[in-house]
């Protein structure tokens, strides 16, 4: 959702993150498959569901897979 760890930690420390609806302002707070992350960007807003996680870090593509937007599934 953002290029850098820096500024994911700055949307959660602003509270602009969900974790399975409740606010989360510890960026080190930990995610878990099936957790529902709702993140409000300067648009949008993304409602995603943790499928898996990756064995190391990589680029946007690599991760493609490791979540499923809700918003658009549910779009027609």
């Known amino acids: ?3 850098a760890r820096t500024s994911a930690a700055a949307l959660v420390s602003k509270g602009h993150v969900r974790v ?3 606010r989360e302002t510890s960026p080190g707070h ?12 300067d648009r949008s807003v993304r409602v995603l569901k943790v ?14 897979g490791l979540y499923d937007d ?7």
């Open 51 to 64: 499928t898996g996680f990756a064995a190391r870090r990589g680029d946007a593509a690599s991760v493609s």
């Open 70 to 76: 809700l918003e658009e599934s549910g779009r027609s």
């Open 20 to 22: 399975n609806g409740a």
């Open 1 to 3: 959702m953002v290029k």
């Open 30 to 41: 930990g995610v878990k498959t099936g957790d529902v992350l709702t993140i409000a960007l």
